[in-house]
């Protein structure tokens, strides 16, 4: 059964289907609004949890939520020098933000054409996400304006200068547009053990772009492994668009396949916090189950003299949320020793931007590329 979302209009009792991908609940207090609702008077119902099913011009209600957007912007936000308390109060202050402005909701028809004034017609970006439509539907306007906005990214790709082409990312899968990584596995050396790398997994593929830059490199086959559907049908389009399909094999496992590799490649997600929308499984990983997951099973699934390889930023100590000590005992519980650590600076624009709450750890992050080996039988 689908969740659905009730309201009055015109005195009558109305139901549609509710569509979050964030998984939350329908709003329980729904009032109809139009072109007359001022900002004022729409954030403070916002605030109060009261939503508006939007009946007016299209385009007033994405000013009306850019002017509900500033209100939120300017409320004052609690802060603290303590780098995790920093963090907490920051996510709080996000997740309020975002349940504020989700507050505005537009109806969609059957076919997920938006039945208001200057709609534009995004049924090609719904049906991406949500499957074909069968039924009326109500979503929140910040939510369809991010499939949009995921819809663009899908049809332009990232340039990704490694591969010298594209990457597409589609809804719900993280886009690589912070390079550092890709380039880290593009320059990283391959394992001496093993001239002409004949196989690798890629753990977590996500849009596949790993997998492609190190078949790019040379690697006769890589096995990429996801759980999600939509990273899966993602990173199988990516490959075979490059024409890698050759190299590539992309499969469903949580974590490793079957058998063992002479490299084992994966960026788990960074940050050990809870995620509050299915995009954020790609950044925030709850009490680094994937990391800690990865690395127990790392030595069990490497060839002897094989490598693993973790791509992982220090943002998390920065944030007061792991240590290096925390994370240099995972490697030695799992039987790993470090090889080699290779470090670069990211460059992406928020490093620069000191309005930021987070800056000064965004300021001080590098990403490293470890090569992990498992412990000799003889003790080393």
């Not at 059957?110 to 208001?116: E, Q, S, V």
């Not at 490694?162 to 899968?173: E, K, T």
Request: net charge neutral.
């Amino acid at each position: 059964m689908h969740t659905t979302i009730s309201w009055t209009e015109a005195g009558k009792q109305c139901i549609a289907r509710w569509r979050s991908e964030s998984g939350t609940p329908p709003p329980k207090r729904v009032v109809v609004a139009d072109d007359t609702m001022k900002a004022d008077a729409a954030y403070r119902l916002a605030c109060e949890g009261t939503a508006l099913l939007w009946r007016g011009d299209f385009q007033n209600a994405k000013q009306l939520l850019q002017a509900m957007s500033r209100r939120a912007d300017r409320k004052s936000r609690k802060t603290s020098d303590i780098p995790g308390e920093a963090f907490h109060l920051h996510r709080q202050a996000q997740s309020q933000r975002a349940r504020t402005l989700a507050m505005i909701l537009i109806p969609l028809d059957r076919d997920y054409a938006i039945p208001l004034r200057r709609a534009p017609d995004i049924r090609q970006a719904c049906n991406e996400a949500y499957g074909a439509g069968s039924e009326h539907s109500v979503v929140s306007l910040r939510e369809l304006l991010g499939l949009v906005g995921a819809h663009e990214w899908r049809k332009k790709g990232v340039e990704i200068p490694y591969l010298n082409a594209r990457i597409h990312p589609h809804y719900g899968v993280f886009s690589p547009v912070r390079g550092e990584y890709v380039e880290l596995v593009n320059t990283a050396p391959l394992p001496h053990a093993f001239p002409g790398l004949e196989l690798a997994f890629d753990i977590g593929t996500g849009t596949g772009v790993l997998a492609a830059v190190l078949a790019r490199r040379g690697v006769q086959r890589i096995v990429a492994t996801d759980q999600d559907p939509r990273a899966l049908a993602c990173a199988r389009e990516n490959i075979a668009r490059l024409a890698l399909d050759a190299q590539v094999e992309v499969v469903q496992a949580d974590l490793f396949p079957a058998g063992k590799a002479p490299l084992i490649v994966c960026n788990p997600p960074w940050i050990p916090a809870r995620p509050s929308s299915p995009i954020e499984h790609a950044i925030f990983d709850p009490d680094s189950r994937m990391l800690r997951g990865f690395l127990a099973g790392l030595a069990a699934h490497l060839e002897p003299g094989g490598e693993g390889w973790l791509i992982l930023s220090d943002i998390a100590e920065h944030l007061g949320l792991r240590t290096r000590e925390e994370l240099l005992a995972l490697f030695d519980a799992s039987g790993l020793r470090v090889v080699e650590r290779i470090d670069v600076r990211p460059h992406h624009p928020k490093v620069a931007d000191d309005s930021d709450p987070l800056h000064a750890a965004r300021a001080a992050e590098i990403t490293s590329l470890w090569r992990l080996a498992a412990h000799r039988e003889n003790g080393d």
